[in-house]
C-alpha cells in the first residue's frame, strides 16, 4: 500500500453520527503522524485531527473539538475518526494523511506537514 486508503463517508442527517477509517498500513513505521483533514470546493484545506503513534498524543481542531474523537489500532494499522453532533459545517471531502510530528512526539495539524495523502471520501450532512 503506498498511500492511505479512507473509508466510511457517507450522506447523514443534522446531530447524526459517522465513523470514518484511514487504513495505512505499514505507512506509519516511516511516517509517525496520522491526520484527518477535510476540504470543501472552494476553500482551504483545513485540519480536522491528528494522532501520533508515540503515545498516541492527539489534537483536535476547535471547530470540531468535543464532537470528534480520533483513535488509532495498531494491530489493524488503521486510524478512525468518530464524528458526532454532525452539522452542516462538516460537510466537505475527508483525507487522511501521513507525515512527521514534532520532536516532542506530539502531531501536528499544519496540512503542508503531512507527505502521503489518501484520495478521500465525501462527508455530507443535510436534511
Known amino acids: 500500500q503506498t498511500h492511505p486508503v479512507e473509508s466510511g463517508g457517507a450522506l447523514v442527517k443534522p446531530g447524526g453520527s459517522l465513523r470514518l477509517s484511514c487504513a495505512t498500513s505499514?505507512?506509519?513505521?516511516?511516517?509517525?503522524?496520522i491526520g484527518w483533514f477535510r476540504q470543501v470546493p472552494g476553500k482551504e484545506r483545513e485540519g480536522v485531527s491528528c494522532?501520533?503513534?508515540?503515545?498516541?498524543?492527539?489534537l483536535y481542531a476547535d471547530s470540531v473539538q468535543g464532537r470528534f474523537m480520533i483513535s488509532r489500532d495498531s494491530a489493524t494499522n488503521t486510524v478512525d475518526l468518530q464524528m458526532n453532533s454532525l452539522n452542516s459545517a462538516d460537510t466537505g471531502i475527508y483525507y487522511c494523511a501521513v507525515g512527521p510530528v514534532r520532536t516532542d512526539g506530539q502531531c501536528v495539524l499544519r496540512d503542508y506537514e503531512y507527505d502521503i495523502w489518501g484520495r478521500g471520501t465525501q462527508v455530507t450532512v443535510s436534511s
Open positions: 505499514a505507512l506509519t513505521g516511516d511516517y509517525p503522524g
Open positions: 494522532i501520533s503513534t508515540f503515545g498516541d498524543g492527539v
